[in-house]
């Protein structure tokens, strides 16, 4: 499971940097900039506490736990005394509060003779007290104020006892420390005005232990609605997923060790006036080695440390993820992916976790993505022809007038599960489809199909041509690369039908004849081939008819690529017959190529369905300039 390999991560860590419990549950991080510490010292002798002075000490990061510093989601104090206020009036009313709180705790383990008398010298001063005491609390504000108007840094507050000629600061002081271990892992049972806890065994060690409910990093099941699941109560969410002080401690250090270093942005948008961030983790995890396992952790993490603030922007699948290079040249590491959704700061939901991809997998993944672009059709010169000179590059990574067109493999695959006003909110077929990528899992090809054409019609409908020709470059080029992957259910291999013999000497012919071979993975039966050549031989029409009337009527006969069988075998005679008026015999190599595939067609059975239909066909109509020799270009406008 994932949250082993999360708390394993954390162990590592907790041992190689010898951390105890205040090291991992403090907010060291929210101290960086702090150049100074005030500290307000008492003495101590028996029973007895009286206050010393307020000094100011250099704040030094390696001694962070004895400052116990870490902030309450309230926002009222922090969970000790020690906090980083905007002025000393402002510590003053914060630690009245804190200790006014835990002086008043009823059970035994809050019952701390210290805190009460701590708590009667800080407070600010009353009527009823003696002048003496007056006198002292006015005395510790006036210096603290003194102090921390001398500072022009950031600085925090706390408190210091001198008991025996030594000075103990709060992490050296017991009931200090409890509270700061008990208060800062209340999540771990406390959640939505219930309390989760109970006796039972440990889902991560397997020890007897006080268990609790929430103690997982990450959201893995839900309290709400209440009812969800019969008979379910919120109290009862610790034998849900019962976790151990201790691993959830552990679990914190992993999950940290995965924010700084391991974790990344998969995609993010507005919708309805929210932004919907994606993010994911990669964990590497250790499988069978002949290797020390402690040596090889070590290099792991130095590797993984060493990219630490690098910009991944393209992030999942593109050549540059870090995943590649981190762990391409290790046999003995296997990777796992957690993909979340979040909802506001510090949660979101796990939507997606892929176990055990090995470094070799994602290799092979790149390298098909690659090879795939260096097919004709994805040149850049190609792809001029179609969508005009401002482009420049091949298809993958390729930019139109200058601005990067997202046609790395997460972006493509984005183009056709996006989360759009128009076409829906894909966001789980995206994910679903990089799970299946990353675990080598084969999915139906009408899935991917019926996403090429709802988006293609989107654009063909709102007669957006170019990004219509955009669209069916991505899919071309996504579908040919899931097959190569061989993760693509229902592709056939063209041995089981007869190839048409392509004349040697026919250029046009030829030319289209390449084109199957190149792409023998899509285009790999006759009704496919015939379906799309007649998209072609569409192409040729609507290009003439705008040339000599600029404007293309014939486009309504097309019903917004909504095409079956029957429908577009009646358009065949209709497109022979309109370029008949147009005197365009130069073209009847592509409609006698056109019936042969239909006639093979009707032979073998047609065996795809109409979204196929469909799309095939737009593939041609988009493509079909492909298919223009320069010479046939100039005969046509000759004959026009």
């Known amino acids: 499971m994932v949250l082993e390999k999360v708390k394993y991560w954390g162990d590592y860590i907790i041992d190689k940097e010898n951390l105890d419990k205040v090291d991992i549950i403090g907010q060291k991080s929210k101290l960086e900039k702090v150049e100074k510490v005030i500290k307000v010292s008492f003495e101590k002798s028996g029973n007895n506490l009286s206050y010393k002075d307020t000094k100011i000490e250099d704040y030094n990061p390696d001694e962070f736990r004895k400052y116990l510093y870490r902030t309450f989601r309230h926002g009222q104090y922090d969970i000790t005394p020690t906090a980083k206020p905007s002025s000393a009036e402002k510590m003053n009313r914060r630690w009245g509060q804190w200790f006014g709180t835990y002086a008043r705790k009823k059970n035994d383990f809050w019952n ?98 006080t268990v609790y409910g929430f103690a997982s990093p990450f959201a893995i099941f839900t309290l709400k609605p209440k009812g969800f699941a019969s008979n379910f109560l919120r109290e009862n969410a610790w034998k849900q997923f019962p976790i151990c002080r201790e691993c ?26 929210n932004y919907i961030q994606y993010t994911y983790y990669v964990i590497p995890t250790i499988n069978y080695t002949n290797k020390d396992k402690k040596e090889l952790l070590g290099e792991i993490y130095s ?82 022809e179609l969508l005009g000179e401002k482009w420049n590059g091949g298809l993958k990574d390729g930019k139109w007038d200058g601005e990067h067109q997202n046609t790395n493999l997460k972006g493509i695959i984005r183009t056709f599960y996006p989360a759009s006003d128009n076409t829906g909110k894909h966001d789980k077929e995206f994910l679903d489809i ?109 290009d003439i008819q705008s040339g000599k009337r600029n404007s293309t009527p014939f486009r309504t006969k097309l ?58 066909f737009a593939l041609g109509l988009n493509l079909g300039r492909t298919f223009k020799i320069k010479e046939e270009e100039k005969e046509g406008d000759q004959n026009e």
């Not at 000629?165 to 009931?175: A, Q, S, T, V």
């Not at 990344?264 to 919708?271: A, D, K, V």
């Not at 675990?439 to 293609?456: G, M, N, P, Q, W």
Request: with cysteine; charged share 35%.
């Open 303 to 384: 590797e993984v440390e060493s990219y630490k603030g690098e910009d991944y922007k393209d992030g999942l699948l593109a050549e540059e993820d870090p995943t590649f290079g981190f762990f391409s040249h290790h046999d003995d590491v296997n990777l796992s992916f957690i993909f979340c959704k979040e909802k506001q700061k510090d949660y979101f939901d796990v939507v997606e976790v892929v176990n055990e991809v090995p470094p070799s997998w994602i290799s092979k993944v790149y390298s098909k993505f690659k090879e795939i672009n260096l097919k004709k059709l994805f040149s850049e010169d190609s792809i001029q």
């Open 559 to 616: 019903r917004g690529l909504r095409l079956d069988e029957m429908k577009v075998k009646n358009l065949f005679p209709e497109i022979t017959e309109k370029l008949r008026q147009y005197d365009a015999p130069y073209y009847s190599w592509l409609e006698e190529m056109i019936s042969e595939h239909f006639i093979a067609a009707d032979n073998d059975g047609w065996k795809i369905n109409k979204n196929e239909i469909s799309y095939y």
């Open 112 to 209: 701390e003779e210290l805190i009460k008398n701590i708590h009667n010298k800080i407070l600010e001063p009353s009527e009823d007290q003696e002048k003496y005491e007056k006198e002292v609390k006015i005395e510790i504000l006036k210096d603290m104020k003194e102090k921390y108007d001398s500072i022009d840094g950031d600085a925090i507050f706390t408190i210091t006892l001198l008991e025996d000629n030594k000075e103990r600061y709060l992490g050296d002081i017991d009931i200090f420390r409890k509270i700061f271990i008990n208060e800062s892992v209340k999540k771990f049972h406390e959640k939505l005005k219930v309390d989760a806890r109970g006796e039972g065994k440990c889902y991560l060690c397997g020890k007897e232990d």
């Open 248 to 273: 959830g401690i552990s679990c914190i250090k992993g999950r940290e060790f995965l924010d700084t270093f391991l974790k990344y942005t998969l995609l993010g948008y507005y919708s309805k006036g």
């Open 434 to 542: 990089l799970g299946n990528i990353l675990s080598h899992t084969k999915f139906s090809k009408d899935y991917l199909v019926k996403a090429f054409i709802r988006e293609i019609r989107s654009r063909h409908v709102n007669e957006y041509d170019w990004s219509e020709k955009v669209l069916v470059l991505k899919s071309l080029y996504l579908y040919e690369f899931l097959s190569e992957l061989n993760l693509l259910k229902g592709v056939r291999d063209m041995k089981e039908e007869k190839k048409l013999e392509v004349k040697k000497s026919d250029k046009y012919r030829k030319k289209m004849g390449e084109f199957f071979e190149e792409f023998s993975k899509a285009l790999n039966t006759n009704a496919k081939k015939a379906v799309f050549l007649e998209g072609v031989l569409t192409r040729f029409l609507l």
